[in-house]
């Protein structure tokens, strides 16, 4: 991780809407999440829980707004590499090896932090190595990252396309015509698909809970490159919004958006979505409203000039990375009630949870822009 620092030197310019969605994306994480629920005490009315019910994963198969928070991130981390994609093959060795080596530190530590957030407030990482979760959120985050940057750095976009194909027909044809080693071909259940066949053979440690698939484990990190690299080619098409339009530019991600989340739940009727499994439908939804979010706030943020407008999400974008290990490492609410508490127990009982929220969230963004506005950025 880079140390934080104070830039000094003039720099180009931040894509605003990339950090703005990837701060909407985060602000779930830190307790946006409990709105609804807060609201629905304070309101009594029961929009509120249909609301809800979309800030929960789902059960198996299906697709909530919560499903997208953890691909989207991957996308987004995809665009940031489009923006200035570049081909290092032509290279000699010795230029070369220092962008290999800054890709597999990144690897490394993204998964080693990864492992830190799995065992955060109040357990602490165990001594003993098969106790410990490896599989993690930033752990794919890695993989799909490192795997995209090879392919980026090395072939021609045309391969890049025919790659993410492949990896999704590939992915459809082993969950569902190739039989599990002692089962049988298209089981898509828990116990007995593909994914828990890997996680029970390949995957060091303890998974999720104790599931029999972990939801960030060894095959299912396979699809996730394809969200990193059509997030690649998003990037890649943003670079070019000079000489295509800006607005033909938000035009053709919000279009392929639809597309994509079309194809996604046609494919739905034999291969079903499911986040658990990340299955090539799940991939096509998942990266369909990832271009369609990025479309509506490239075009709010950037081409409108919005960014006043979605401050809170910029400065929270702009420091993801740390804001999402503090969420882990931090106990916030115990910090929030340190400042807050007596507004909150003053506060009529039907507010306080609302207000307790807005106190757990008004924490952690004090100091996000206390760091924005020095600009202090943590970076990996």
């Excluded at 994480?29 to 304070?42: D, M, R, T």
């Excluded at 890709?103 to 957030?117: I, P, T």
């Excluded at 053979?201 to 960030?216: K, T």
Aim: proline content about 3%.
């Amino acid at each position: 991780m880079t140390t934080a620092h104070t830039d000094t030197k003039p720099s180009k310019k931040r894509l605003a809407s990339l950090d703005a969605l990837r701060g909407m994306d985060m602000f779930w994480i830190l307790g946006g999440q409990s709105i609804f629920a807060a609201l629905f005490v304070l309101t009594g009315w029961t929009g509120w829980q249909v609301f809800e019910a979309h800030t929960l994963h789902s059960a198996w198969h299906g697709f909530t707004f919560y499903d997208l928070i953890f691909p989207l991130f991957i996308f987004l981390s995809g665009v940031a590499m489009g923006l200035a994609p570049k081909r290092i093959d032509h290279l000699p060795w010795q230029e070369r090896k220092v962008f290999y080596a800054k890709a597999l530190k990144r690897l490394l530590l993204l998964c080693g932090l990864g492992v830190m957030y799995n065992h955060g407030w109040g357990t602490g990482i165990p001594l003993a190595f098969d106790e410990i979760r490896y599989a993690s959120v930033l752990g794919r985050i890695a993989i799909a990252w490192f795997f995209c940057a090879m392919l980026v750095w090395h072939t021609s976009i045309r391969t890049q396309l025919f790659t993410a194909i492949a990896l999704l027909l590939g992915y459809w044809i082993l969950m569902c015509f190739i039989p599990v080693p002692g089962g049988n071909a298209g089981d898509l259940s828990a116990q007995g698909s593909w994914n828990a066949w890997f996680d029970s053979h390949f995957l060091p440690g303890i998974s999720y809970q104790n599931r029999a698939v972990d939801p960030e484990g060894v095959l299912s990190s396979l699809p996730a490159i394809v969200n990193a690299m059509f997030g690649v080619f998003a990037g890649q098409l943003i670079a070019r919004a000079s000489k295509v339009g800006e607005w033909q530019t938000a035009g053709i991600l919000f279009v392929a958006g639809v597309v994509s989340v079309c194809l996604g739940w046609l494919w739905d009727l034999q291969f079903p979505v499911n986040k658990e499994l990340w299955t090539s439908s799940f991939v096509l939804v998942t990266v369909g409203w990832s271009a369609i979010l990025l479309a509506v706030f490239y075009a709010v943020i950037d081409i409108l000039n919005g960014q006043k407008l979605a401050y809170p999400f910029v400065i929270i974008g702009a420091n993801s990375i740390i804001i999402y290990l503090a969420s882990s490492l931090v106990n916030w609410e115990f910090i929030s009630h340190s400042v807050f508490g007596g507004f909150i127990t003053a506060a009529a009982t039907d507010w306080q949870p609302l207000i307790g929220v807005v106190a757990l969230l008004l924490v952690q963004m004090l100091l996000l822009h206390w760091m924005y506005k020095r600009k202090i950025f943590v970076s990996v």
